[in-house]
């Protein structure tokens, strides 16, 4: 007899940074993002992959300008727009990455490129920007034009309006998560933080699919993402208590942030410890959320 293919339904979570502010409104936000999250269940309804359907949505937060990644970046201490961005394939662990990338519209794109073009996971600078230009990948003609320089105007060092990242599971069990930022505000020129950094800021196996968002240098200090992951996998914790221990082992080294976390079977985590964190989902039952949570 031949094995029935397992067909599963689909899911999908997304986060736009772990740095809501306190009195913003931020309305635009979670109607933006649950558009997304639609979009994402018609592109997975429709039989897209889980990668397919990660790096779409994380391109469109890119592309908007409303969040600290892609269009909406804000420049480093020296003027300069330097983008990281990753995504990983769970199915077969394959990633791909770019850091302090400078001259590109959709980071998140190269990153994919890194994957599937390239025999490297992680290309930086000047090296990142000259593979995206021999992918043909979309150039910024003027910069000062280009970006929106979201929240430009916020402490230096803090995250404020952050990241964007998405985890997906698609009718065939597959995951991916995909992560884009600029970063936080005013970095130092060359300060690459966690978004690029498989095990640190993004993660995916056959288990789980995770993104995260918040001060970069704890959650690289804790391989925070692939952490989540092997404590289900090895230490067969719950998924809630695997990300919440994450965090606190985050907040133990002086951070704090929140991350997306979706696990083969359709559970969904996205905890945070900073004030406020926007995110949405579609659950396997098919329920949409979209909110900006706060403490
Ligand atoms: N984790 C990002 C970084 O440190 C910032 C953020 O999530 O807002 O680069």
Request: proline share 3%; charged share 20%.
């Given at each position: 007899?031949?094995?029935?293919?397992?067909?599963?339904?689909?899911?999908?979570?997304?986060?736009?940074?772990?740095?809501?502010?306190?009195?913003?409104?931020?309305?635009?936000?979670?109607?933006?993002?649950?558009?997304?999250?639609?979009?994402?269940?018609?592109?997975?309804?429709?039989?897209?992959?889980?990668?397919?359907?990660?790096?779409?949505?994380?391109?469109?937060?890119?592309?908007?300008?409303?969040?600290?990644?892609?269009?909406?970046?804000?420049?480093?201490?020296?003027?300069?727009?330097?983008?990281?961005?990753?995504?990983?394939?769970?199915?077969?662990?394959?990633?791909?990455?770019?850091?302090?990338?400078?001259?590109?519209?959709?980071?998140?794109?190269?990153?994919?490129?890194?994957?599937?073009?390239?025999?490297?996971?992680?290309?930086?600078?000047?090296?990142?920007?000259?593979?995206?230009?021999?992918?043909?990948?979309?150039?910024?003609?003027?910069?000062?034009?280009?970006?929106?320089?979201?929240?430009?105007?916020?402490?230096?060092?803090?995250?404020?309006?952050?990241?964007?990242?998405?985890?997906?599971?698609?009718?065939?069990?597959?995951?991916?998560?995909?992560?884009?930022?600029?970063?936080?505000?005013?970095?130092?020129?060359?300060?690459?933080?966690?978004?690029?950094?498989?095990?640190?800021?993004?993660?995916?196996?056959?288990?789980?699919?995770?993104?995260?968002?918040?001060?970069?240098?704890?959650?690289?200090?804790?391989?925070?993402?692939?952490?989540?992951?092997?404590?289900?996998?090895?230490?067969?914790?719950?998924?809630?208590?695997?990300?919440?221990?994450?965090?606190?082992?985050?907040?133990?080294?002086?951070?704090?942030?929140?991350?997306?976390?979706?696990?083969?079977?359709?559970?969904?985590?996205?905890?945070?410890?900073?004030?406020?964190?926007?995110?949405?989902?579609?659950?396997i039952e098919g329920e949409i959320i979209a909110e900006v949570a706060r403490r």
């Amino acid at each position: 007899m031949p094995r029935k293919l397992s067909r599963k339904r689909p899911a999908l979570v997304v986060h736009g940074g772990a740095g809501a502010l306190r009195g913003v409104d931020y309305g635009r936000e979670v109607t933006h993002m649950r558009g997304l999250v639609e979009l994402g269940r018609d592109l997975l309804a429709g039989g897209a992959s889980a990668l397919d359907a990660a790096v779409a949505v994380v391109a469109e937060m890119e592309a908007s300008g409303l969040y600290v990644a892609g269009r909406g970046a804000s420049p480093n201490e020296g003027g300069l727009y330097e983008l990281d961005a990753a995504v990983m394939d769970g199915a077969t662990q394959g990633a791909g990455a770019v850091a302090a990338l400078q001259g590109f519209a959709a980071p998140i794109r190269v990153a994919r490129a890194v994957m599937e073009k390239s025999r490297h996971v992680l290309f930086a600078g000047t090296g990142a920007a000259r593979f995206a230009r021999e992918q043909g990948m979309t150039p910024i003609a003027d910069p000062e034009r280009w970006f929106t320089r979201v929240g430009y105007e916020t402490p230096a060092g803090t995250l404020e309006t952050g990241t964007v990242g998405c985890a997906a599971l698609d009718k065939r069990g597959r995951l991916a998560a995909a992560t884009s930022t600029a970063g936080v505000f005013r970095k130092a020129v060359g300060r690459v933080g966690d978004s690029p950094i498989v095990g640190a800021g993004v993660w995916a196996d056959r288990t789980v699919a995770v993104s995260c968002t918040g001060t970069g240098e704890m959650f690289v200090r804790c391989a925070a993402a692939a952490q989540l992951a092997f404590r289900l996998r090895l230490g067969r914790q719950s998924l809630a208590r695997a990300a919440s221990a994450v965090l606190t082992e985050v907040k133990a080294l002086g951070g704090n942030g929140g991350l997306i976390a979706l696990t083969s079977q359709g559970e969904i985590a996205m905890p945070f410890n900073s004030y406020g964190m926007k995110r949405a989902a579609l659950t396997i039952e098919g329920e949409i959320i979209a909110e900006v949570a706060r403490r």
